[in-house]
């Protein structure tokens, strides 16, 4: 599948578009290439973009004040990333994104996305939809952090991200749950004998 | 501040609507009145309606297999509330709602939310602009969780729901917050100190 395959791909579970609209939207979009390690984003800096993952890995974390590494979410290719709090708001991000592997970007600027909306309004309807599949996502997350165990919250993670937890270390998949590395090493070693 | 106006202030702040317009999302919406204690939707029913709060305070929560109760969100009016996940899908709810006041709410099912989006598609971008900024304080709230000290998402709270507090017993604050009423308590108690 060619980049523009992917994305068109991506929009057309929500939207049809003219010929047209599509030129258009392809126009506003920048390729952006993250070498492993590299920063998209730092914590302090202001998110200026939305991102269309072509392909690669990246996570999106912070570091707590005793420098623990909490990850809050994963991206791989067709998925959508960006800090939207400091996208939206123009403040300074509480997050670091990076690459987990070499990773090919599409970026849309704030202004560049609000000139979309406004030429062609059906955008609306696919970052409304957009929207609203993550927040129900991180509206389940949320409740699991409250009342899954340590067990479920694994599980969940598999379902969520296939195949990912072959591509990135054991360290970062206990980032994102909140376990410590040990921890999440015994309870694939019950799961495996369960 | 009549029903009318306090939705007409909530929409006017992200779209501009002509008087049809206004009267036609009107006539899609039904009243429904709540008395406190009562359910607006129950775990395994699916979530028919969204909801806009015009009077009294609501919440959203899970049971966990020990019987213990976990507050996603509270309501209060001016709020748009809802298990999204449930109304978008069709699948039965995780979630309870309940009033913890008498409340009055203005509902529009999934159906008529549809053919809204269709005939005024500035909807679109009104309902993408409240999922953004429930996306945005979500997100928050999972990061919070993640690293921030309990008293740090005690005086979170206090900002996100102003007065509440004073509206609700402790025992709905700590089944938010993830404490033990006993250990809010010791909270308050040492921060009303310092």
Redesign the interface.
């Known amino acids: 599948m060619t980049n523009e395959e992917l994305l068109l791909n991506n929009l057309a579970r929500h939207i049809s578009l003219e010929q047209t609209e599509i030129d258009f939207f392809f126009s506003l979009l920048t390729q952006k290439t993250l070498k492993k390690k590299a920063f998209l984003l730092r914590q302090g800096e202001v998110c200026k973009t939305e991102n269309f993952i072509l392909s690669g890995c990246i996570r999106m974390y ?1 570091i ?1 004040d005793s420098g ?1 590494e ?1 990850i ?1 979410m994963f991206g791989v290719e067709g998925w959508w990333t960006s800090d ?2 400091s996208f ?2 123009g403040t300074p991000s ?1 997050y670091y994104i990076d690459a987990l592997e070499d990773a090919v970007l599409l970026q849309i600027t704030k202004e560049r996305l609000e000139l979309l ?1 406004e030429k062609v ?1 059906k955008f ?2 696919f ?2 939809i957009l ?2 599949n ?3 996502a ?6 699991q ?3 899954y165990t340590a067990e479920q919250r694994y599980l969940d993670f598999i379902q969520k991200y296939p195949q990912l937890e072959q591509r990135i270390s054991q360290k970062q998949v206990a980032a994102y749950l ?1 376990f410590t590395p040990v921890f999440l090493s015994m309870l694939r070693k019950k799961l495996s004998q369960s």
């Open positions: 912070t707590d623990q909490h809050v939207l709090y939206f708001t509480e909306y309004p609306e309807r970052f409304r929207l609203q993550a927040f129900i991180q509206q389940r997350r949320i409740n952090n409250l009342s909140g």
